[in-house]
């Protein structure tokens, strides 16, 4: 069955992004890119990825669920279809536009991980944000966390705040990089 894995990047201080949405503080470069770059190719944009000629169809994902704000990172340089070699799905209720192989939605997002799963591919990536993180944490099957060596003291939580039931994650593996990144892998903890 298809695995929704919300792999992402976090400060110190459980923060995706800063208090303005930014990210660059987060380490581009450093030992730890080559062993992600190589688990997961699939989730360089695709235009990046092409540049660097980084092989993408080795990677697990077919499917990646973004945010509006997660989305919209990307379109002042241009990218309105930024993995273009997966399926992109972005929750709005506000918000559409079009591009190649990019879907915008109002859909519910629990629903519509469920549908995913009942279809062939390979796994789904939910790239961000927070609110949506929060809104499919039942439906999380694992969390890969790249802990960089930043903090930001405010910003977009790596969960946004609401009220949901304990979730209980199991450590599988963490690997400690010279760079300062942490990545730990955890699966959801069965019933």
């Not at 944009?45 to 660097?52: C, D, G, M, N, R």
């Not at 930043?150 to 979730?167: C, D, R, S």
Request: aromatic share 8%; charged share 20%; proline share 6%.
């Amino acid at each position: 069955m298809r695995e929704l894995v919300y792999y992402v990047a976090v400060s110190l201080d459980g923060y995706i992004a800063g208090p303005d949405g930014q990210f660059d503080a987060f380490a581009p470069e450093g030992d730890h890119m080559s062993a992600l770059l190589e688990r997961f190719p699939d989730a360089v944009p695709t235009t990046i990825a092409e540049q660097l000629g980084i092989d993408q169809s080795a990677g697990g994902f077919s499917t990646v669920l973004m945010g509006w704000n997660t989305y919209a990172v990307g379109l002042p340089a241009g990218m309105d279809s930024p993995y273009h070699h997966l399926e992109q799905i972005v929750f709005s209720r506000t918000q559409q536009t079009e591009a190649e192989n990019l879907r915008v939605t109002a859909e519910d997002p629990v629903r519509t991980v469920q549908e995913l799963r009942g279809q062939p591919g390979g796994d789904i990536w939910l790239c961000g944000g927070g609110h949506l993180a929060s809104q499919l944490l039942c439906e999380i099957d694992r969390v890969v966390l790249k802990r960089n060596p930043v903090v930001f003291g405010a910003g977009i939580p790596l969960f946004a705040a609401t009220e949901y039931e304990p979730t209980q994650f199991e450590h599988l593996e963490t690997t400690a990089y010279d760079s300062g990144v942490i990545v730990s892998e955890l699966v959801k903890r069965s019933a």
